[in-house]
Structure formats: C-alpha cells, structure tokens
C-alpha cells in the first residue's frame, strides 16, 4: 500500500460525496435524505481542508472555508428538521410522495 | 508501513463502510448511528491530518449537535421498529449507476490531472492563527464573513422556532 496524500484524501472525499448523493436519489424518507445531505456536506469540508494541507499550507483560507460550511449545515439541518416536524403534524407522514399538494 | 498510514486506511474503511451502511440500511435509527460513525471518521483524518481545531468543531458541531438533533427527530416521526419501505429495483439501479458513474468520471479528472503545491513558508494550523484570522479585518481576514454567518445563525434560530411552533387556534 502507498503512503497516503492528497489522491487518498481526495478518493475517500469523492466516494463520500457520490455515496451521498446516492442516498439522496434512492431514499424517500426526508430524514434520511437530510442525512444523506449531511454525507456531502461533509465530503466537501474533506476536500477543503485536504487542499489546504497539502496545496496551500501558507494559508488557513480552506479551514475557514469549513468552518464556513460546518455553521452552515448546522442552520440548514436545523431548519429542515423544523419543517420536517412541522410536515409530520399536518400529514403524519415525512414521505416525500405524501407531501405533493404544490407538485403542480 | 508506518503507524501513521494503517491509522489512515483504518479512518478511511470506516468513514466509507459507515457511509455506505448509512445510506443503505432500512432502519432508520441504525442510519443515523452509522452516519455518526461515519462523522466521527472525518473528524479522525482532520486528526490525522494534524487540523485539531477542525476536527474538535466537526466532532462538537456534527457528532454533538446534528446527530442528536436527527435522532430526537426520529424519535419524534417514526413508529419504533418499522422498516423504510422496499425500494424499486429500477430506481435503485440507476441511482447506482449515476453515482458510479459520476465517481468515475471525477477520479478520471483528478488523476489525469497534477497539482502545483506551494513553496510558501506554511502556517500552523494553531488557535491563535485561526482565531487573529478569523477577526482580522486586513487583506486576509475574515471579520465580514464571521458577522454575516452570525446572522444567518440568528436567522436560522428565529426561523426554527417560528416553524416549528404550534400555531394557537385563531381567537373569535
């Protein structure tokens, strides 16, 4: 096995992000989809702070750039887990196929 | 081999097992634990990787926050012990396929193509650097992107409670 480096972490980074979005195109539950949000988020944040080790170690912009997306995500997961409380108590369901009164 | 690269390929198994598991399994409660071991995975190579600070905040913020927060919304949604429903085959196929093939495509690109690494003196990755950074206002500084991420944090937090508020049946 190779001493790992910048292909390894963006391998693992890659895999992460399309294991993600594989989960978001099968699940119809919204909390999974929420989580499998979460995967890609933070496949990114890997990307980020990988090019910032071994690219540009003269500069923390890639570290800023996740701490950036960590705070982000916390927002974003909080709100979607408000709406998705609140879609429960209207339809007793998270299913996304139950939740179409706006499809058209 | 060194010690430091069996700790990465080990890092590196379990993100991706648990990713895989998470995404997959139909339990819903044994999703959101293995996507816990997955967040902890990363927080591992941001140790290895010798970024403590971004791996402290991933393990606080990620493992400590949205995880809890995900599993009291299960909690909350689902009926103990129910399955996910069965997937179509169909569907799952070309999911499969599009992330395969996405995959494929990327790592394509990425090994066809060679990064320029700087010669620049580095910066440690230290508290007082990131903290004197993050409030600078000079050429590298991050003071303006700190406050508007505190008000889309407050934003957020208004929003949430808005939601998921009760609405009071409407007075006569």
């Known amino acids: 096995m190779m001493e790992p480096g910048l292909y390894h972490l963006l391998f693992i980074s890659a895999a992460l992000f399309f294991i ?28 980020f702070i990988a090019f910032n080790k071994y690219l ?49 | 081999m060194s010690g430091s690269t069996i700790i990465f390929y080990m890092l590196a198994a379990l993100t991706l097992v648990s990713g895989v598991l998470a995404v997959t399994t139909r339990q819903i409660f044994r999703a959101a634990i293995f996507l816990l071991f997955s967040l902890i995975g990363i927080a591992g190579l ?4 010798q970024y403590e600070f971004i791996a402290a905040v991933q393990i606080v913020v990620y493992v400590g926050g949205i995880t809890v927060l995900i599993i009291f919304s299960i909690f909350l ?8 429903p ?37 910066t440690a990755p230290t508290v007082t650097n990131i903290g004197n950074q993050m409030l600078g206002v ?11 991420v505190s008000i889309l ?20």
């Not at chain 1, 699940?27 to 890997?46: A, D, F, H, K, Y």
């Not at chain 1, 500069?59 to 429960?88: C, T």
């Not at chain 2, 949604?77 to 996910?84: R, V």
């Open chain 1, 20 to 47: 993600g979005v594989f989960g978001f195109f099968t699940r119809r539950n919204l909390i999974t989809m929420l989580m499998s949000i979460e995967l890609v988020l933070n496949s990114v944040n890997l990307n």
């Open chain 1, 56 to 104: 540009w170690p003269n500069r923390l912009d890639g570290l800023f750039f996740s701490i950036f997306v960590i705070a982000i995500a916390a927002a974003e997961a909080a709100v979607a887990i408000a709406i998705i409380i609140n879609l429960y108590r209207s339809h007793q369901s998270i299913d996304v196929e139950n939740a179409e009164e706006m499809k058209f």
């Open chain 2, 46 to 49: 941001f140790f290895w990787m």
């Open chain 2, 77 to 84: 949604t689902q009926q103990a012990g129910d399955l996910l």
């Open chain 2, 86 to 122: 069965k997937q179509k085959i169909g569907r799952q196929l070309f999911s499969a396929m599009a992330a395969f093939c996405g995959f494929a495509l990327t790592m394509v690109q990425l090994y066809q193509h060679s990064f320029t690494q700087t010669t620049d003196q580095p």
């Open chain 2, 138 to 148: 000079e050429d590298s500084g991050f003071a303006l992107p700190f406050e508007v």
């Open chain 2, 153 to 172: 944090l407050l934003a957020a937090m208004i929003g949430c409670i808005v939601i998921a508020l009760r609405s009071k049946p409407a007075v006569a």
